[in-house]
Structures are given as structure tokens and as C-alpha cells.
């Protein structure tokens, strides 16, 4: 086991790398802006459609938190009711904005997962599968509307077609790598299997655990997979990202950015893709950027050193805020309270 002092000196690592990584992307997103035009933009910025995007965000919100109830409801089995599972979902969510590092992730699992004492538990490896299915999905889902988005631009850069096809490689492999594991976990554990493989320093404890998590994982997706009301969490998952789109369509219209349906498709796939990139809590400065990279599709750089990066701020000053209220309603609901059964 590592030793406190290690651990404490690692994890601060990794949070000023994270750090590092946020002003990088700050840098290069406001470098060039022209301070005045931005500040100035702000009032000139249609309220209305403005306070039509929060709304957007809270309905937003309220969809990802019933996709997250479809999909373990049929491993809790009434154990954890809605308001319960939408109490901690949305505590998790604005966890994962307030923590680096996308620590927040464990908030759900932790929270809704039985204690070790408890009798036929339920287990957090099962509700953090979930989670890990729900991010392939997610992941699969953005980049294919990506490349959809990509259809309706007139000569898109090569960039932008080499990080679809990046994204696409990358899940597709990652997807395939877990359910191979998981199809064939036996191979794997034997090949896994201390004295055998791996260097003889490897405890038989560790290498039970590994089957352990192995065999909850597996338990996990075919439970998840094979329910009755997976394609409801399908259902909800296409309704949260189009959603999603409409909130930044419509707040770019609050800013006249002049842009489409079809940018506002890109830049919410290269924000979502990029925030799986760890940084600072908030995901200040990689959401900036990918934002940025997205809108420049349509916006000229002059109106993108303004208005265009006011509005991005809004864009992600208001989400942020968004994820936090409800956040808040959560923990007051009992959303960080652990479960006894």
C-alpha cells in the first residue's frame, strides 16, 4: 500500500499538472482577445434568449439525471428509488465540475452503492460500470455527431477530420479491448494469474481482487445491456444531446455569432471530447479552447476575439453555474448521504 505522504505528493502532482493544462488552453484561447469589445458585448447580448439557455440547461440536467435512473434501475431493482438515484446524480454531476481530475465520477457509485457489512449489496464496481458505459456512449455518440456536423461544412479542415477519426479510434478500440476482456475474462485472468506472468512480487490477494473486479464488471454490462429499458436510456441520451446543441445554437444567437445548427453540433462534440481531457475543476481552459476551435469553423477571428469568446464564456460560465444549482439541490435533498442496505 502506498504511503500517505506519497499518495498526498502525487495526487498534488497530477492537480498542478491539471492546473498547467488549464492556463495552457486559457492562453491560447484569450490571447488575442480585444478586451474592450469583449466586456462591451455583454450588453449587447439578448437577455432573453440568454434566459432561455439556462432554462434549456436545467430541463439539460433533469434529462441526464433520468438516462442515469434508466440505466441501473434495473440492477437496484427498487432498492434506490428515483428520488434517491436523482438526488446523488445530481450531486455526482456537479462534482465532476467543482473536483479536478473528474474525481467527482465516484460521487454517484459512492453514493449509491451498499456498505461492505451490508447483506446481498449492492456493489459500486457495478455502479461505476455504469458510469464507464455511459462515457463509451457518450464518447461513441459525440463523434458521431461530429462527423454529422461535419457533412453540412463547407470544406472542413483537416484537423477537424483528423480528430473525429482520433475519437472514433480511440472509443472504438477502447470499447472493443473491454468487451473482449469481458467476453473472454477467464484468458484474461490466467494470463493475469500471479507467478505465471507478472513478476512473483504480485500478491495472490491483488490478483483475486482483479478477478473480482473482472467478473462484477462482466456481471455489470451484460445486466445493463440486456435490460428491458436500455433503449430508454438511449432515448433520454439522444434527447440530452440534442438538447445540448439547441442550448449553444440558441446562445450564440444571444451574441449574433451568425453560425448554424451544424457549429453548434461541432462545438459541442470538441468541448465534450475535450473535457475528457483532466484538468482544472470547472474544466476552465480545455472547454474554452475546443469551444473556441469549434466556433472558428464560421466565425472570423476578429468577431471571435470579442463577441465570440464573450459568448463562449457565457457558454461556459452559465452551464457551469447551471450544474452547480442543481448540484446544490441535490446535496440539500441528501445527496451525499451513504446508503445503509
Known amino acids: 500500500m502506498m504511503p500517505k505522504n506519497n499518495k498526498v ?16 488552453f486559457l492562453y491560447f484561447s484569450f490571447r488575442n482577445v480585444n478586451l474592450t469589445d469583449f466586456i462591451d458585448s455583454f450588453s449587447h447580448a439578448d437577455l432573453y434568449l440568454i434566459f432561455l439557455f439556462v432554462l434549456i440547461q436545467f430541463i439539460m440536467i433533469s434529462l441526464r439525471a433520468e438516462r442515469w435512473y434508466q440505466l441501473i434501475n434495473n440492477y437496484t431493482h427498487g432498492r434506490r428509488t428515483r428520488f434517491r438515484i436523482w438526488t446523488t446524480a445530481l450531486t455526482g454531476f456537479a462534482a465532476i465540475i467543482v ?57 472542413p479542415p483537416p484537423w477537424l477530420l483528423y480528430t473525429g477519426l482520433l475519437s472514433l479510434t480511440f472509443f472504438v478500440l477502447l470499447s472493443s479491448i473491454l468487451f473482449l476482456t469481458i467476453k473472454h475474462r ?8 500471479p507467478y505465471s506472468f507478472i513478476p512473483s512480487y504480485i500478491s495472490e490477494n491483488l490478483f483475486a481482487r482483479i478477478s473480482q473486479i473482472l ?5 455489470a454490462f451484460k445486466l445493463f445491456l440486456s435490460g428491458t ?5 438511449f432515448a433520454f441520451s ?32 470538441l468541448v465534450v471530447l475535450g473535457i475528457f481531457i483532466p484538468a482544472a475543476p470547472g474544466h476552465i481552459g480545455n472547454y474554452h479552447h475546443f469551444a473556441r476551435l469549434g466556433f472558428s469553423l464560421a466565425v472570423s477571428a476578429a468577431v471571435l476575439d470579442s463577441k465570440g469568446m464573450a459568448a ?30
Open 215 to 219: 467478473d462484477n464488471i462482466s456481471e
Open 99 to 155: 473536483l479536478p481530475l473528474r474525481m467527482g465520477e465516484f460521487i454517484r457509485p459512492l453514493m449509491l452503492s451498499s456498505p461492505q457489512t451490508a447483506s446481498n449489496r449492492l456493489k459500486f464496481s457495478y455502479f461505476l460500470s455504469a458510469i464507464v458505459l455511459e462515457r463509451l456512449f457518450d464518447g461513441l455518440f459525440v463523434t458521431l455527431v461530429l462527423f454529422t456536423g461535419m457533412i453540412f461544412v463547407k470544406n
Open 9 to 24: 505528493a502525487k495526487n498534488f502532482i497530477l492537480f498542478v499538472f491539471s492546473i498547467t493544462f488549464s492556463a495552457v
Open 186 to 193: 477467464r484468458l484474461v485472468k490466467k494470463f493475469l494469474k
Open 238 to 269: 439522444f434527447l440530452y444531446w440534442a438538447i445540448n446543441v439547441l442550448g449553444i445554437f440558441i446562445l450564440s444567437k444571444a451574441w449574433n455569432l451568425g453560425t448554424g445548427v451544424e457549429i453548434s453540433m461541432i462545438v459541442m462534440s
Open 312 to 341: 463562449i464564456t457565457a457558454l461556459h460560465g452559465l452551464q457551469t453555474l447551471s450544474y452547480i444549482i442543481a448540484g446544490g439541490a441535490g446535496v440539500i435533498s441528501g445527496g451525499l448521504g451513504r446508503e445503509c442496505d
Open 229 to 233: 429499458k436500455f433503449y430508454r436510456f
